[in-house]
């Protein structure tokens, strides 16, 4: 009966180890996550790594300059003509093009043959549906100020360069990022983007630097705009021609006053996220009211304290398992060693397996008229902040299997002790 309910209890903590080898690398993983993806450090050091503040300017050059940007439909009007479309021109586009054709073509992952904008057409004469795109010259197709569209894409690294330098732009967004997550660990009650510095720059040489830019990228002035442009300055307008050259140092005179009535009203901060009004009520209603925020702290606190789980089975297996330093030392450390392998396993495939995912599923569903810049330049920042958490992920899975191999091995070297009122077994007798 003895033996019986020894197997008994031995098969119990076997189910309470695997259950904590289960809880202990979830443990390790929610402590890794609320350890690191709410730590504004995590990302500044992508940031740095990736050189991001001395690329924004090209990248941002290149995607405010690129067709997606300037006509978002310009590439793939038929997808254009899907999105909101009615349901019978759906049905109309499912049935003349094909499911898998409508699918891909719609969600952007490649651009339609000749072939299909022909078989398109007529559903598209049929149920009301245009395609899209090309917006009439002047009308500003993005949202752009016209005298802004002409702008190159060296043009915009060169403005963006002057207005925010790889310091001032690392300096403001290292400020928003600590705030940001400040105020996800509720130690600050607003976010805000600093535009001290950003003003500062303008009403310096910048500021005319900027300004000579600008003009030099606007198309020539005739006699009308020229006085216009000269009117327009002195009243804080804007400039929307290139003067004669012997009339720069003229317009560039004014450019002091225009900078001191512009730059005064932009705001010393952005703010992101305001601070509550005094006396005003929380917006959220219990654990899981309308406050997303309140909600995401409770969710970190359980993250924080996912390991008291892992524990509680580690007590339950030395409850029914440990009779002895030796067993003791056993139902530890094996545990322990296979968490730690599996740990570690995970840790150095997080990586690879991102790749993959990215490789075989992400990319080939990226629109391909999405400037190639953007995505590549948001899988590189991506894969920084990864290959982070797969650090620490891997260090305490280092530390387990260390651990559980030393008590593992203890428990082969060590034997057990013999208790006082066992007999000792009779020695043989020399001849």
């Not at 005319?208 to 020539?220: A, E, I, R």
């Not at 001191?260 to 009211?289: L, M, Q, R, W, Y």
Request: with cysteine; aromatic share 8%; charged share 10%.
């Amino acid at each position: 009966m003895r033996k019986f309910l020894t197997v008994i209890a031995r098969i119990i903590a076997g189910v309470f180890a695997a259950l904590f080898v289960f809880t202990a690398l979830l443990a390790i993983l929610l402590t890794t996550l609320n350890g690191q993806m709410f730590n504004s450090n995590t990302y500044k050091t992508a940031l740095v790594d990736q050189n991001i503040y001395k690329r924004l300017p090209e990248i941002v050059g290149a995607a405010i300059t690129s067709s997606f940007a300037s006509d978002p439909c310009a590439q793939n009007q038929l997808a254009c003509s899907m999105d909101g479309a009615s349901p019978e021109l759906q049905a109309c586009l499912t049935t003349a093009l094909g499911s898998a054709a409508y699918q891909s073509i719609g969600s952007g992952g490649r651009l339609p043959t000749s072939v299909e904008l022909q078989q398109a057409q007529p559903c598209l004469d049929r149920y009301g549906g245009a395609l899209k795109g090309n917006p009439k010259p002047g009308t500003g197709g993005s949202g752009m100020p016209f005298f802004l569209q002409n702008l190159t894409a060296a043009d915009w690294q060169a403005i963006l360069t002057i207005l925010l330098p790889p310091e001032t732009l690392k300096t403001m967004t290292e400020s928003t990022l600590d705030q940001f997550f400040g105020y996800l660990n509720g130690t600050v009650d607003s976010v805000s983007v600093p535009m001290l510095i950003f003003k500062d720059r303008l009403l310096g040489p910048a500021g005319k630097d900027l300004f000579m830019q600008l003009l030099n990228s606007l198309l020539p002035c005739n006699e009308q705009d020229l006085s216009q442009l000269i009117l327009g300055m002195s009243n804080g307008g804007r400039v929307l021609c290139k003067p004669p050259e012997d009339m720069i140092p003229i317009v560039t005179a004014l450019v002091p006053d225009l900078l001191n009535t512009i730059v005064p009203a932009i705001p010393d901060k952005a703010f992101i996220i305001k601070a509550p009004a005094p006396g005003a009520p929380s917006p959220g209603n219990g654990p899981f009211g309308a406050d997303p925020f309140s909600t995401l702290r409770i969710i970190r606190l359980v993250m924080r304290l996912s390991f008291l789980v892992p524990l509680v089975f580690l007590l339950l297996v030395t409850l029914f398992a440990v009779r002895s330093y030796k067993s003791w030392m056993r139902w530890w450390g094996i545990p322990f060693l296979i968490t730690g392998i599996i740990g570690l396993g995970l840790g150095l495939s997080i990586v690879p397996a991102f790749n993959a995912t990215w490789t075989w599923l992400i990319a080939p569903r990226i629109p391909v008229f999405l400037p190639a810049v953007l995505p590549q330049t948001g899988v590189e920042l991506f894969r920084s902040i990864i290959h982070t958490l797969s650090g620490w992920f891997i260090v305490p899975a280092v530390v387990l299997c260390v651990i559980g191999l030393g008590a593992w091995i203890g428990s082969i070297t060590i034997k057990d002790q013999i208790k006082p009122d066992q007999p000792e077994a009779p020695s043989t007798p020399m001849p």
